[in-house]
């Protein structure tokens, strides 16, 4: 029988251990999406995915999709067109237009998991100063971007998105840049996906990201 952790009020999460392989990092159900309890999951490799309507799930998966800031790879093609300078890259200048830009795209396509009341929490983490954004301007439009949470050394990442060709890549490729400078260990991207890979991610497993948090995380 498989098991699935039941939330309650109480901040507290299962060891990552414990999550199921099938489907891959399914560990809790319930709770909220507090601040205390958002910054809790991500310090310990979890993060809330759920859609409209459903239960809160909270998942941990392994083997876990990663990217070194220093092993972001630029394409021929996307060199030239960072040369071209013809997008703006801006820091934390628009998050709720890039939360509610990621979360409509999602919509279109395949329904979304960023429903309003994750909009709400993320946006209460980026006032805390824990939740950040990278935007891409091209002249005054914003054409993509991604966000995600900052806890100590480690950048978790949460969603993109593109209106126009290469604007994501330019943004993550931005972002990489940017905490190798400041001396990031890693980007977590958490599942695996070609897009992200062609980027330069790559997966490890559950024991070596937890390491990598236990360094790196500070809440």
Known sequence: MLEIWQLDD?????????????????LAFGGDLSPERLLLAYSKGIFPWFSEGEPILWWSPAP?????????????SLRKRLKRNDFKITFNQAFSQVIHFCAAL????????????METAYNQLHQQ?????????QEEELVGGLYGLALGRV??????????????KVALVALARHLE???????????????????????????????????????
């Not at 901040?11 to 251990?17: A, I």
């Not at 070194?68 to 630029?74: G, L, N, Q, S």
């Not at 990031?184 to 897009?195: K, N």
């Open 129 to 137: 100063g824990f939740a950040h954004s990278v935007e891409v301007w």
């Open 181 to 219: 400078a400041l001396e990031f260990e890693l980007i977590d991207c958490q599942v695996y996906s070609p897009h992200l890979a062609s980027l330069g991610a790559r997966e490890i497993g559950r024991e070596e990201f937890l390491s990598f948090l236990k360094q790196g995380v500070e809440v």
């Open 64 to 76: 876990r999709m990663v990217l070194f800031p220093k092993e972001i790879k630029v394409s021929r």
């Open 106 to 117: 999602r919509e279109n396509r395949e329904g979304t998991w960023i429903s309003k009341e």
């Open 155 to 168: 950048f978790f990442g949460e969603s993109m998105f593109s209106r126009v060709s290469d604007a994501s």
């Open 10 to 26: 109480e901040l507290w999460f299962p060891p990552v251990q414990l999550a199921l392989e099938e489907p891959n990092g399914l």
